[in-house]
């Protein structure tokens, strides 16, 4: 029956741990990714497992016996003690509090000490009190030195980020061994009084090292971006926080340490000392790590989880021990606190399997959410691409309209013209003096060569424009790689482009074809071509 009720104590006290208290102590070296997963497996095992079989007679384990008086705890004692304790720490989970396990098992050992032998060893409590300060300040500490000698030091940031990983591996590392030494020692101690010592050590080796394979290999592993309160830590913050909580674990774990300030070893709560570390390095480094509300729960855990299983556990040893005749009160005892246990086991199942469908429900949200501004995005984008076309195709129907008006402009214009000289003519017909005759006849001349001037010179722009708006890559280019080239001379490339000979380019620039050779010359000065080289052909490769 001794080794049933070991088995259970340690069961339940490793189960607690691994799925509640081991991702607040291991959980800050996640956000580093220093190792992978099944590194990071391994390195936890195998040092905490061997720190429990070495420490399995270290100091913390001698002191539990000790501030319990060396008494011996039967199996009704066991089933109070569990069923207090984890009583209280399901009803801190159900107000989403994650209490301590060792703050929770050493109030109900106390309870158990109380009612058994009548007396408790007030001084062991002192360094649940102590821990949290000394974390608290090795991390203080720890962060400022990170400070100063970043401040200072000139360091590539590669060769800085390499030794940071390994300084990250081996805080891994000291916290494995002083978790192993210091609630090693707890789990050893109790099963001390619970067992021989011939069996206690290795059954807690095997089944703690059995539960925390499991959980771990069964608990998913963050692959993506890390989360919870530990997510936006800096990996100096994270050294800090791991070295401070090993340290003082360390510290409290040897008689000739925790004798230093005049204290007894003891077992430890590893999330007290994670937020007190956490609360060092914000000081420090002068920025929040985590909410005011993350640390308003852990006091709260620190407070009720001892006192409420020591009140529990003295209600339950009271209730069984006023008839101890009587063992039908013992059994319901047993079987109240068993129902209640369930109980809340299953409210807190229900509750979990409500949050987890809560999040996927805002997930899914979210999720409709981002299709819906993607579409609405895309139907904007449609929107305007539409819009755009309209106005292109405004534009275009305003140009042709404009062409239109501009036809009918110049047909009236002609007709005026025409008019014009019809009245001319007539006048010539009807005038008989020499002299007037001669007069007029130079008037129509002169109108004719005015017209004529001013219609090559509204053609032309009108050819150039649409010439130019045609060929803008050609006119970039020449522009770009010629700056020096004038406007006639940038014309007369693109008409040379156009492939029209040199009376027609006459016609176009209104020049004689002499000038147009004369052009054409000093273009292929200006183009740095030599004598061989074709004008034409140089153009066109542009």
Same mark, same amino acid.
């Given at each position: 029956?001794?080794?049933?009720?070991?088995?259970?104590?340690?069961?339940?006290?490793?189960?607690?741990?691994?799925?509640?208290?081991? =991702?607040?102590?291991?959980?800050?070296?996640?956000?580093?990714?220093?190792?992978?997963?099944?590194?990071?497996?391994? @390195?936890?095992?195998?040092?905490?497992?061997? #720190?429990?079989?070495?420490?399995?007679?270290?100091?913390?384990?001698?002191?539990?016996?000790?501030?319990?008086?060396?008494?011996?705890?039967?199996?009704?004692?066991?089933? @109070?003690?569990?069923?207090?304790?984890?009583?209280?720490?399901?009803?801190?989970?159900?107000?989403?509090?994650?209490?301590?396990?060792?703050?929770?098992?050493?109030?109900?050992?106390?309870?158990?000490?109380?009612?058994?032998?009548?007396?408790?060893?007030?001084?062991?409590?002192?360094?649940?009190?102590?821990?949290?300060?000394?974390?608290?300040?090795?991390?203080?500490?720890?962060?400022?030195?990170?400070?100063?000698? &970043?401040?200072?030091?000139?360091?590539?940031?590669?060769?800085?980020?390499?030794?940071?990983?390994?300084?990250?591996?081996?805080?891994?590392?000291?916290?494995?061994?002083?978790?192993?030494?210091?609630?090693?020692?707890?789990?050893?101690?109790?099963?001390?009084?619970?067992?021989?010592?011939?069996?206690? !050590?290795?059954?807690?080796?095997?089944?703690? !090292?059995?539960?925390?394979?499991?959980?771990?290999?069964?608990?998913?592993?963050?692959?993506?971006?890390?989360?919870?309160?530990?997510?936006?830590?800096?990996?100096?913050?994270?050294?800090?926080? !791991?070295?401070?909580?090993?340290?003082?674990?360390?510290?409290?774990?040897?008689?000739?340490?925790?004798?230093?300030? !005049?204290?007894?070893?003891?077992?430890?709560?590893?999330?007290?000392?994670?937020?007190?570390?956490?609360?060092?390095?914000?000081?420090?480094?002068?920025?929040?790590?985590?909410?005011?509300?993350?640390?308003?729960?852990?006091?709260?855990?620190? %407070?009720?989880?001892?006192?409420?299983?020591?009140?529990? /556990?003295? &209600?339950?040893?009271?209730?069984?021990?006023? =008839?101890?005749?009587?063992?039908?009160?013992?059994?319901? %005892?047993?079987?109240?606190?068993?129902?209640?246990?369930?109980? +809340?086991?299953?409210?807190?199942?229900?509750?979990?399997?409500?949050?987890?469908?809560? /999040?996927?429900?805002?997930?899914?949200?979210?999720?409709?959410?981002?299709?819906?501004?993607?579409?609405?995005?895309?139907?904007?984008?449609?929107?305007?691409?539409?819009?755009?076309?309209?106005?292109?195709?405004?534009?275009?129907?305003?140009?042709?309209?404009?062409?239109?008006?501009?036809?009918?402009?110049?047909?009236?214009?002609?007709?005026?013209?025409?008019?014009?000289?019809?009245?001319?003519?007539?006048?010539?017909?009807?005038?008989?003096?020499?002299?007037?005759?001669?007069?007029?006849? #130079?008037?129509?001349?002169?109108?004719?060569?005015?017209?004529?001037?001013?219609?090559? =010179?509204?053609?032309?722009? $009108?050819?150039?424009?649409?010439?130019?708006? &045609?060929?803008?890559?050609?006119?970039?280019?020449?522009?770009?790689?010629?700056?020096?080239?004038?406007?006639?001379?940038?014309? &007369?490339?693109?008409?040379?482009?156009?492939?029209?000979?040199?009376?027609? @380019?006459?016609?176009?620039?209104?020049?004689?074809?002499?000038?147009?050779?004369?052009?054409? $010359?000093?273009?292929?000065?200006?183009?740095?071509?030599?004598?061989?080289?074709? +004008?034409?052909?140089?153009?066109?490769?542009?």
């Amino acid at each position: 029956m001794q080794s049933l009720c070991l088995i259970l104590f340690l069961c339940a006290a490793a189960l607690w741990f691994f799925t509640n208290e081991y =991702d607040t102590l291991f959980g800050v070296f996640k956000p580093t990714c220093a190792v992978r997963r099944g590194s990071f497996i391994a @390195i936890v095992s195998v040092f905490l497992l061997s #720190a429990i079989w070495f420490g399995r007679d270290g100091a913390v384990a001698n002191a539990v016996q000790e501030s319990l008086s060396f008494m011996s705890l039967d199996c009704k004692d066991v089933f @109070i003690v569990l069923l207090s304790s984890m009583i209280v720490l399901s009803t801190l989970l159900f107000f989403s509090v994650k209490g301590s396990a060792t703050y929770a098992l050493i109030g109900a050992l106390s309870a158990c000490a109380m009612m058994r032998v009548g007396d408790l060893q007030w001084s062991y409590a002192l360094p649940f009190l102590a821990a949290p300060v000394m974390a608290f300040a090795l991390s203080a500490l720890i962060r400022a030195a990170f400070r100063r000698f &970043l401040a200072g030091a000139r360091i590539h940031m590669i060769t800085l980020s390499y030794y940071m990983r390994h300084a990250v591996i081996i805080c891994m590392v000291l916290t494995s061994v002083a978790l192993g030494l210091n609630w090693g020692g707890l789990l050893t101690g109790v099963a001390g009084l619970i067992g021989t010592s011939e069996s206690y !050590g290795l059954a807690a080796v095997v089944i703690t !090292g059995f539960i925390m394979l499991a959980v771990m290999y069964l608990t998913q592993w963050e692959s993506g971006e890390p989360s919870g309160i530990f997510a936006d830590f800096s990996i100096y913050a994270v050294v800090s926080t !791991g070295f401070a909580v090993a340290l003082t674990m360390l510290f409290f774990s040897f008689d000739a340490t925790a004798s230093l300030i !005049g204290l007894h070893p003891a077992p430890l709560s590893v999330s007290a000392l994670v937020m007190a570390a956490v609360a060092g390095a914000e000081l420090a480094q002068k920025s929040r790590l985590v909410e005011d509300e993350d640390y308003s729960k852990e006091v709260v855990g620190m %407070v009720v989880a001892p006192a409420g299983s020591l009140a529990l /556990a003295c &209600l339950m040893f009271y209730i069984m021990g006023a =008839d101890p005749e009587n063992q039908m009160t013992d059994f319901v %005892v047993l079987a109240a606190s068993i129902v209640a246990l369930l109980a +809340l086991a299953f409210v807190q199942y229900a509750r979990t399997q409500k949050r987890q469908r809560e /999040a996927t429900d805002r997930l899914v949200y979210a999720q409709q959410q981002q299709i819906y501004e993607h579409s609405r995005a895309l139907n904007d984008m449609e929107l305007k691409v539409v819009l755009s076309e309209n106005q292109a195709l405004h534009n275009a129907v305003e140009q042709k309209r404009q062409e239109v008006m501009n036809v009918a402009l110049s047909i009236v214009e002609q007709k005026e013209f025409l008019e014009s000289l019809d009245a001319m003519v007539k006048r010539l017909a009807k005038t008989e003096d020499p002299k007037e005759k001669d007069r007029i006849i #130079a008037e129509l001349g002169s109108s004719i060569k005015q017209r004529l001037s001013y219609d090559r =010179d509204v053609d032309s722009q $009108y050819f150039y424009a649409q010439a130019e708006s &045609l060929h803008e890559d050609f006119n970039a280019k020449l522009s770009e790689n010629f700056p020096d080239l004038t406007q006639q001379e940038r014309r &007369l490339a693109t008409l040379l482009r156009l492939g029209f000979s040199s009376k027609y @380019i006459a016609t176009l620039m209104n020049i004689t074809p002499k000038s147009v050779e004369i052009s054409r $010359y000093r273009l292929r000065q200006k183009l740095g071509l030599a004598k061989g080289d074709n +004008l034409v052909n140089f153009i066109k490769s542009i």
